[in-house]
């Protein structure tokens, strides 16, 4: 049976906040907006635009409100109009930024309390003038969820005059991106009983003095309060599997991303991917890891998935996965990290985007570790190198490119190696059949003779000052005035006798394993080197690349006998299948870097057949990553300590 209901041209107004807010006492006045035309109540079912004027590069949003009334099987479809791209289809909220002038017209579908499917339909103009500031993306989130939102401004705009204001909803405490008017929000979603909108306004002015208004929403969802003793104590986005047909579509997220896990789940409902492949000699096939997949937008397990056909030449990826349970790739995932608690690896999505639509629905809340160790006075750099350039491209928020697999294909790569490296630690090969079934994962995964333990016996790195700076730098333990008084000749004096690839091997005996592997994996397969330094570390306004300078520094540091042997050890028993005596043979002779010059000057040290110096130029008024406006960058690493982000050891749970 269908029911055919007519979306509203409404421009959102406040009594709409206001009536589906639960009541809150912070909520803002119940009276409509500059551009409200009517009051959606309670009883009602409908389709809301948030801007009723609708412009070409301006944000179109459109919400679903259901009555407060329980639906699902969303479905979204575009009926008429210029094609656009929708990524989330399956949710209450759609966005979109139309190129194009003209009607758009849109339905949905969705299946009541009563069981009865609804259909909805939506009509909208876009006028042909383009508008200057657009604010991106809304969409629905969970109570407690992380929410952000970025603003796109045109060129003739005054960034200093981009102010938001929140407009609907209950009040939000709001922090924001600090980079001369605050081109992006964060906040966490408030708890509430029913659907709730908590709705935006951003404005800025342009050289002429007129001034631009988008508006932007997050649909705040009810969800159950988190137990005291839930494995994620933070909110997690809703996810599902990847592929609904897969074997283990039923347990899968329940298991590995869910709020409601309490207790590891057992071998039998999570099985390592070994299982796949017991019987039989051959690597894990891309279908069989894909019915792992977990993840909050369908893209995001595409682009995996093109990953893993395209840009696994030599198997490795698709053997290291044998030792996981299961793939999470979610909007909320920073950094990334392996759990031995559910046998996951959890990937942050920046590293598969290649739309600008599919990075607007990432989230971009800032790594909970950006500042620690920032009263220390050094910083210790790295970065992949290529042929005396970056191996990979960064690209500033505010610029609305697409990339290529290529163009994030090393930093991936590493990712994985990095990732997958703990898991065989965890779950190594020779100890993948030796489990009941009715184990839990948790309790397997702890039950080994890790070899990450075994280096640290065998091969152990000797410095102590380096591993409680580690703890401060990575574990946010506070500095004590000693550490505080080391100068980067001290670092020196400390790392460069070691036997570590690099500082963040002093986090922990995991993280040392992983690290020698990563390393050696990259310049084997694909002849990148990685470059580890000593600097000071610059305060103040607009620092750049080039205000760090080296006090020392090694390209390569793998190629230094004194490692050798622990990295020999770690590749052996990550992957076996790899040659890693061979590998390291062929391995590059370590290059040092140039005393008190900077890291971007450093750039240039190995033996290169063309010049670098135009781009050194180029590159010299670069800041640090968030100052950007416009345009390419070269990688993170240009701030060296947003590097500290990217890998992350959580702490296994207790029971």
Not at 243 to 267: E, K, R
Not at 355 to 369: G, K, L, M, S, Y
Not at 570 to 589: C, G, K
Request: net charge negative; hydrophobic share 40%.
């Amino acid at each position: 049976m269908h029911s055919h209901l007519y979306g509203f041209n409404l421009g959102l107004s406040l009594a709409v906040m206001a009536t589906l807010s639960a009541c809150d006492s912070n909520s803002f006045n119940n009276e409509p907006n500059q551009n409200g035309t009517g009051i959606v109540q309670l009883d009602e079912t409908g389709i809301v635009q948030l801007d009723e004027i609708q412009g070409i590069n301006q944000g179109v949003d459109l919400l679903l409100l259901a009555a407060n009334q329980p639906i699902s099987n969303i479905l979204w479809q575009q009926t008429s109009g210029q094609t656009v791209t929708v990524l989330a289809t399956s949710s209450k909220v759609i966005s979109f930024t139309p190129t194009v002038d003209g009607e758009y017209s849109f339905s949905v579908s969705f299946t009541d309390s009563n069981n009865i499917e609804q259909v909805l339909e939506k009509t909208l103009s876009v006028e042909s003038a383009v508008h200057k500031v657009t604010a991106r993306l809304s969409h629905a989130a969970l109570a407690d969820n992380k929410v952000s939102f970025r603003s796109e401004i045109h060129q003739t705009i005054d960034v200093s005059t981009l102010t938001w204001q929140q407009i609907g909803g209950p009040t939000v405490s709001l922090t924001t991106e600090n980079s001369n008017g605050d081109l992006a929000i964060f906040f966490d979603a408030p708890k509430v009983n029913v659907d709730t909108l908590i709705t935006f306004n951003v404005s800025a002015t342009d050289a002429s003095n007129i001034t631009y208004n988008d508006q932007v929403a997050v649909l705040v969802e009810p969800a159950a309060t988190i137990s005291g003793n839930a494995y994620f104590s933070d909110r997690k986005a809703r996810v599902f599997s990847y592929n609904p047909n897969s074997p283990y579509a039923d347990n899968l997220v329940n298991c590995v991303y869910s709020n409601s896990l309490t207790s590891s789940c057992t071998l039998a409902q999570t099985p390592l991917l070994a299982e796949e492949v017991k019987s039989s000699p051959t690597i894990p096939s891309v279908e069989s890891i894909m019915d792992r997949v977990v993840v909050s937008h369908q893209w995001m397990g595409d682009r995996f998935k093109e990953f893993l056909t395209n840009n696994d030449a030599n198997n490795d990826i698709r053997n290291l996965l044998r030792a996981t349970t299961a793939i999470v790739i979610a909007y909320d995932i920073r950094p990334s990290f392996y759990w031995a608690a559910t046998g996951a690896i959890y990937l942050d999505a920046e590293n598969f985007w290649l739309t600008p639509q599919e990075r607007d629905t990432i989230n971009e809340a800032a790594d909970f570790r950006a500042d620690f160790g920032n009263d220390l006075q050094f910083v210790m750099p790295w970065r992949y190198i290529k042929d005396n350039d970056y191996a990979s491209q960064g690209y500033s928020r505010s610029a609305r490119v697409t990339r290529t697999p290529a163009d994030g294909l090393y930093r991936l790569t590493s990712l994985m190696y990095h990732e997958l490296a703990h898991a065989n630690d965890f779950f190594p090969s020779n100890e993948w059949y030796i489990h009941q079934s009715s184990q839990r994962v948790l309790d397997a995964a702890v039950s080994t003779d890790f070899e990450s333990d075994q280096l640290a016996i065998s091969l152990p790195l000797a410095s102590q000052e380096m591993r409680d700076l580690g703890q401060v730098s990575f574990a946010g333990e506070t500095a004590n005035q000693t550490q505080k008084n080391y100068l980067p000749t001290d670092i020196e004096g400390f790392f460069s006798p070691d036997r570590a690839t690099d500082f963040y091997a002093y986090s922990s005996e995991r993280e040392d394993y992983a690290m020698l592997f990563e390393e050696l994996m990259m310049q084997s397969r694909f002849g990148i080197l990685r470059d580890v330094a000593i600097t000071n570390q610059p305060v103040g306004d607009n620092i750049s690349a080039s205000d760090y300078i080296v006090t020392w520094g090694q390209r390569g540091r793998i190629g230094d006998n004194k490692l050798t042997a622990r990295v020999l050890f770690s590749a052996s028993r990550v992957l076996p299948e790899f040659d890693s005596q061979a590998a390291m043979n062929l391995v590059a002779t370590p290059i040092a870097m140039t005393v008190g010059n900077s890291w971007l000057e450093n750039l240039t040290v190995s033996p290169s057949p063309t010049s670098m110096s135009h781009m050194l130029e180029q590159l010299k008024g670069y800041a640090i990553p968030g100052d950007f406006t416009q345009g390419n960058m070269p990688t993170s690493e240009l701030m060296p300590n947003d590097n500290f982000n990217r890998y992350y050891e959580k702490p296994l749970p207790k029971h």
